[in-house]
């Protein structure tokens, strides 16, 4: 007994919601499925094999509806290769409807009888005659375009996609039920409503999987010819004698997959070129089906889908084509009235990417008529489990690797292209590690970007942070940005931060509750929230304030659902355990200050990262400078409440020591850092690893460049060390001068300008080439590091957080004071690489761990945002980070070697701690990775700039709230001033 056809049909008050009957083949041992259609009804056969077919009943709520006239068909005993097709409607017009948001699903079953008037003919096997009985679940829904939008039951749906790969670390593409749960689990709390099944059909059980929780579903053929070319003349698309290839491999996807009501549309496959075959695969799967939509990701104007469907096209193209324009890279027209666009593919994961999200659903919300939503490539790494034998050096570094059990030093590596073959054998390398998981379901800090850019409530500010006498007041809107579901079962707190702090937990007023719970889809309510403030410190104006909104799904706290299962892990954090795990959506205000006018107390406070903001007098305090003899490095010693020693290396210009209490900070000199460890997609640029590569060798090779001053006593207070570098850099000159400017209190402000005469680059060279367009076109970071010993194993900080965040990529994480092992930073990628920033940092402090010894903070070295800044980015805070790792171990090298995560030495046996603090590190980008480059705003432009920060030595007692800082070290504003004119001075 099979089934065929689509029984997911139905009338719910008066609104058509799906059409389809289902057309049931009886045969013995063969049987060939056909589709008869009939509107708004669901037809559900019972029958038996010597002459009688009643229609007649459907299970709905674990009860069995019998319809009010029940069909019958006589039929005779079914004969090999014959084939009896039945037409028959049940009515229930009070279903409901079937959405990813409301998976609404009832159970159809089919028997097949035996009709005998003298009972069995198997007495002692009494069942009742029935010799066979066919269940699913099903869903009532239809699909249908209008204009530029995708309706499911008449309402327009945003897709928020993912492509999946059918993948098991230990077991390929076999995969248990577990495992399809355990994926959809976590795409649904990841806040994604839709999956492509790139690029072949999956196990039916999935689809059951995604009816069952609420996923929709692009089912695609397995029909990719890739490699033959995509061009008309030679593509297998347009070659005849492959039609029935084509049409064969689509044709048997629909009649086995087409009782699934979570598929909502055809995918004709993937990247095989363009041409009449796929029309013929088009045609008659809408013959077959006129229930959905029928895609395919380019047909070169040839009209075989219903839906424009491309793959990786920048924002500003979406954006063309909602307007109208050709865009999309060429491909396609400008939006006609007709075909509404979902990227097939986009954001590509590989590694550390996922950058410019924000961009996309800027330009997809802003466009929403014409612009439907996307899948991003793709859900997981494809690499597999390849136990190898680890060096007694390398212990098993925590979140890289699991370790066999009872096999010493022998662990599972993240094996991919190249890792199965001996040497030379051709691979693609990592470049199928591209998921926004890793293959044993490691959640990358990506995931964050994603569930963020794909929020189903969205708040926005009615006006900016505002202040009472004793207060803090925030007026903002909050939508729905459900496609049917109101916010009924949604819960909402307030939540004030002070300078990144937890200050004030809130719930809404029962007014205020039951507006934003009564919101439908698309209906928004303006709320008022207003924080008391009792103390004179909360209320001064060095302290900064955000306002946080926070909703999560009462559902699953409660019923302990799948969109609320077990926790997950990404690297060595329990992030998914922290108090946010269930947030649906969060949002915070742009931190505040108040005006002096406002502020009660407008004098420096404790607040760790605040730099006073008016000069504040000096104390007498003696300093000795020395000279090592037969050398270039000079000594400043402190004899302060808190003795403290700072060297300086001549032959490099920077910080060489830094002893305070007794305590070393620092193991070798500073750096200056302008390269950073290539991405995938850096990579991906094929000169990206060649040309920008001279950033790294720029401060290697210059020693011989270096200028250096006596460090010089401007105050009793004050001493400052200067430097000038000539880049190691062919072109135009660049220098990079430095100042530090130590205080009587041991803190020292770092202040460093990179200068180049701009015009230069517009020059030709010897052959007549602008400098511009023969070198590297960017600067992929500005930056600064140090090396402190290893015991400093924990930090905190006040910035975004608590996972990793770049220019480009940071939207997914709030601004707030974190608290982490450093061993915690390091994330396992795949093929090692840049890993572990933090962007927007006011302030990082770096303690060792249980509270004993001394503590170094650095932070910023400016109150307020940043006046004309240079780029777009730079708004006065820091980008940073903390890891026992050296770059160069993430460093693959001219063209990228294939390393492991396994390679990488376990935290436990380094003996540094490298902290980096950057002005600007360039974006990740995450359009490709296979050529594009971060947008243009996240890019480093070869220009001048300059950036100061703070170091500040303390006691490490407590670094949270008002107690940070046991020492404010005192602002030199004439430090500060340009300090070029020291040409005129000797050098050291």
């Known amino acids: ?579 946010e795990e269930n947030d649906i959506a969060w949002w915070q205000s742009a931190p505040t200050k108040r005006s002096k006018r406002d502020a009660e107390k407008c004098t420096t406070s404790n607040t760790p990262w605040q730099v006073p903001t008016e000069p504040v007098p000096l104390t007498n305090t003696s300093f000795t400078i020395t000279r090592r003899a037969f050398s270039s490095q000079w000594t400043v010693r402190g004899n302060n409440t808190v003795p403290f020693t700072v060297s300086f290396n001549g032959k490099t210009g920077e910080i060489s020591q830094y002893v305070w209490g007794g305590t070393s900070f620092i193991t070798e000199s500073a750096r200056a850092e302008f390269w950073r460890p290539p991405t995938d997609n850096d990579y991906g640029r094929a000169w990206y690893g060649e040309k920008c590569r001279v950033w790294k060798m720029a401060v290697l090779n210059a020693p011989n460049f270096v200028k250096a001053w006596k460090p010089k006593v401007v105050s009793p207070d004050i001493v400052v060390f200067d430097s000038r570098r000539r880049l190691h850099l062919p072109g135009p000159e660049w220098h990079l001068l430095t100042r530090y400017v130590v205080h009587s209190s041991g803190a020292i402000e770092v202040i460093r300008k990179l200068r180049v005469d701009e015009s230069a680059f517009d020059r030709a060279d010897e052959r007549g080439i602008l400098w511009r367009e023969h070198g590297c076109p960017e600067i992929p970071r500005i930056g600064w590091s140090i090396s402190m010993p290893r015991e400093f194993d924990a930090i905190t900080w006040y910035g975004r957080g608590p996972t990793e965040s770049y220019w480009d990529r940071q939207e997914g994480c709030r601004m707030g004071l974190f608290n982490a092992s450093v061993a915690s930073q390091y994330f396992p990628y795949s093929r090692p690489q840049e890993n572990g920033n933090k962007a927007r940092v006011r302030w990082l402090a770096v303690t060792a761990s249980g509270g004993k010894g001394h503590g170094l903070m650095i932070r910023t070295a400016t109150n307020t945002p940043v006046q004309n800044p240079l780029f777009s980015g730079e708004d006065g805070t820091l980008s940073m980070s903390v890891l026992h790792h050296t770059p160069d171990e993430f460093d693959g090298g001219v063209t990228k070697s294939a390393t492991h995560s396994v390679d990488i030495v376990d935290e436990a046996a380094t003996n540094i701690t490298v902290v980096h603090v950057d002005k600007l590190q360039m974006g990740l980008g995450g359009v490709d990775s296979w050529g594009s480059s971060p947008l243009d705003q996240y890019r480093i432009p070869l220009r001048s700039s300059r950036y100061s920060f703070w170091m500040i030595p303390f006691a490490n007692t407590s670094i949270e709230g008002t107690k940070a800082v046991s020492h404010t070290p005192l602002m030199c504003f004439s430090c500060t001033e340009d300090f070029e004119t020291q040409d005129e001075a000797p050098a050291v």
């Not at 609404?104 to 029935?130: H, M, Q």
């Not at 829904?141 to 995708?150: F, K, M």
């Not at 590694?351 to 997809?364: A, D, F, L, M, R």
Request: charged share 20%; proline share 4%; aromatic share 10%.
């Open 1 to 579: 007994l099979h089934t065929g056809g689509n029984l997911i049909s139905g009338v719910h008050k008066g609104v058509k919601h799906a059409s389809g009957c289902a057309t049931m083949c009886m045969h013995r041992a063969d049987c060939r499925a056909f589709q008869h259609r009939t509107e708004s009804k669901v037809c559900v056969l019972k029958g038996n094999v010597d002459g009688q077919l009643d229609l007649n009943e459907i299970e709905i709520g674990g009860r069995t509806h019998n319809s009010e006239s029940p069909g019958s068909i006589a039929v005779g005993i079914c004969h090999h290769h014959n084939t009896y097709r039945y037409h028959g409607t049940l009515e229930f017009p009070s279903v409901r409807p079937w959405t990813a948001e409301t998976p609404a699903t009832y159970t159809v079953v089919v028997s097949l009888e035996r009709k005998d008037s003298k009972g069995s003919i198997f007495p002692l096997f009494n069942t009742g005659n029935v010799l066979e009985t066919v269940a699913m679940k099903t869903g009532f829904r239809n699909v249908a375009i209008r204009g530029g939008q995708i309706l499911v039951n008449g309402n327009p749906i945003m897709i928020k996609g993912v492509n999946r790969h059918e993948h098991n670390f230990h077991t390929g593409h076999v995969l248990s039920r577990a495992d399809m749960l355990q994926d959809i689990f976590l795409m649904k709390k990841l806040n994604m409503n839709a999956v492509r099944t790139s690029h072949y059909p999956n196990d039916p059980q999935f689809y059951d999987l995604c009816t069952e929780h609420g996923l929709y579903v692009f089912d695609e053929a397995n029909v990719e010819s890739h490699g033959a070319g995509w061009q008309r003349e030679n593509t297998m698309a347009g070659d005849v004698a492959w039609r029935g290839a084509h049409v064969n491999r689509v044709r048997r996807m629909v009649l086995r997959d087409r009782n699934h009501a979570s598929i909502i549309a055809w995918s004709l496959g993937n990247e095989a070129g363009t041409g009449s075959n796929l029309a013929a695969a088009y045609r008659w799967t809408k013959h077959t089906d006129h229930t959905r939509l029928v895609v395919y990701n380019f047909d070169g104007g040839d009209n075989y889908t219903d839906i424009v469907f491309p793959m990786y096209p920048y924002p500003h193209s979406l954006a063309e084509y909602a307007k109208g324009m050709p865009g999309v890279g060429g491909v396609y027209g400008g939006y006609d009235g007709k075909k509404p666009l979902v990227m097939c593919e986009y954001a590509h994961a590989m590694g550390n990417s996922v950058g410019n999200t924000k961009e996309y659903w800027k330009v997809i919300r802003l466009f929403k008529d014409v612009l439907a939503g996307g899948f991003i490539w793709d859900w997981v790494d494809q690499s597999l489990a390849k136990p190898v034998v680890q060096p007694a050096t390398h212990t098993l570094n925590n979140a890289s690797a699991t370790m066999l059990p009872g096999r010493t030093n022998v662990v599972e590596m993240k094996a991919y292209g190249g890792d199965f073959g001996p040497p030379g054998i051709p691979s693609d390398a990592n470049f199928m590690a591209n998921g926004l998981v890793q293959a044993d379901r490691l959640l990358s800090p990506q995931v964050w970007e994603i569930k963020k850019a794909y929020e189903p409530i969205h708040v926005s500010a009615e006006s900016p942070v505002a202040f009472g006498s004793r207060s803090v007041n925030q007026q903002f809107r909050v939508r729905n940005d459900y496609d049917f579901l109101s916010l009924d079962h949604v819960g909402v707190q307030y939540v004030l931060r002070i300078n990144g702090a937890v200050h004030t937990r809130a719930h809404p007023f029962e007014h205020d509750l039951s507006s934003v719970r009564a919101l439908v889809p698309g209906a928004s309510v303006v709320l008022h929230v207003v924080f008391g403030l009792k103390d004179v410190v909360t209320r001064a104006c060095d302290t900064e304030y955000i306002v946080e909104v926070r909703f999560w799904d009462m559902r699953n706290a409660a019923e302990g659902n799948i969109a609320g299962g077990e926790h997950q892990r990404e690297g060595n954090s329990a992030v998914w355990n922290s108090h």
